[in-house]
């Protein structure tokens, strides 16, 4: 069972570059979810696509673009990295609703430099 | 907005003794609350989740946590900790479709 897969699992960019974080889920899912974790934060909510087609704003939308390319894949881009986004990325699906588990990947370290 | 505030960012116990991880809740409508584990460059994983009915809900691997609405929490306990059970643990409230996580207590055993 893969579950939820990320890809790349460890990238290195200088300020600047762009990157895309792709996300893919086998479950069937209606919404896919990106966070951010940074020590002593706990996980942050970036972007949500709670069906297929639709796209939310998180807590710390800022320097992020999503697209929910179809009900499987949910990829997350960096236009101009900086520093500030050094963090671990986590993609996350549910069935959707408000007791809707959802089901991690194992993360993206991606360093800034 | 709801939130969920965790106490103590890192608790250490020693093997066989009880673990007692705190987390209360901010909410003006009846919470769904959920205990998340994350063990060292994993994801995370559920370790249970309150909806509605029986306060007290057990989890995987001996956890269980009890949702008290008098004092807005929602602390994750287990009888007899086991060094397997060193990890990061999140508290979570659903607000409106998507989780929003505390600020995450490690947990450290102690042979």
């Known amino acids: 069972n893969a579950g939820v897969t990320q890809t790349p699992k460890f990238q290195v960019l200088k300020t600047g570059q762009s990157m895309t974080l792709q996300c893919a889920q086998d479950m069937n899912h209606n919404s896919m979810y990106w966070y951010r974790q940074d020590p002593g934060m706990g996980l942050r909510l970036i972007y949500y696509s709670a069906s297929e087609g639709t796209t939310d704003k998180g807590e710390v939308p800022n320097g992020y673009n999503v697209s929910r390319l179809n009900k499987r894949e949910f990829s997350l881009r960096l236009e101009s990295a900086a520093p500030s986004q050094t963090s671990v990325y986590f993609c996350?699906?549910?069935?959707?609703?408000?007791?809707?588990?959802?089901?991690f990947g194992e993360g993206s370290r991606l360093t800034v430099l | 907005a709801q939130s969920v505030t965790q106490l103590g960012s890192h608790v250490s116990v020693s093997e066989g003794a009880l673990v007692l991880l705190r987390c209360n809740y901010s909410?003006?409508?009846?919470?769904?609350l959920f205990w998340y584990v994350q063990y060292p460059n994993q994801g995370l994983q559920l370790l249970l989740k309150?909806?509605?009915?029986?306060?007290l809900v057990k989890g995987i691997n001996g956890f269980e946590a009890e949702f008290k609405k008098s004092e807005t929490s929602f602390h994750l306990t287990k009888p007899s900790a086991h060094m397997s059970d060193a990890a990061e643990y999140f508290c979570a409230v659903n607000q409106g479709g998507k989780l929003i996580f505390g600020q995450g207590t490690e947990l450290s055993v102690k042979p």
């Open positions: 309150y909806t509605t009915g029986a306060t």
């Open positions: 996350a699906s549910s069935f959707g609703g408000v007791t809707g588990e959802l089901f």
């Open positions: 909410s003006s409508v009846p919470p769904y």
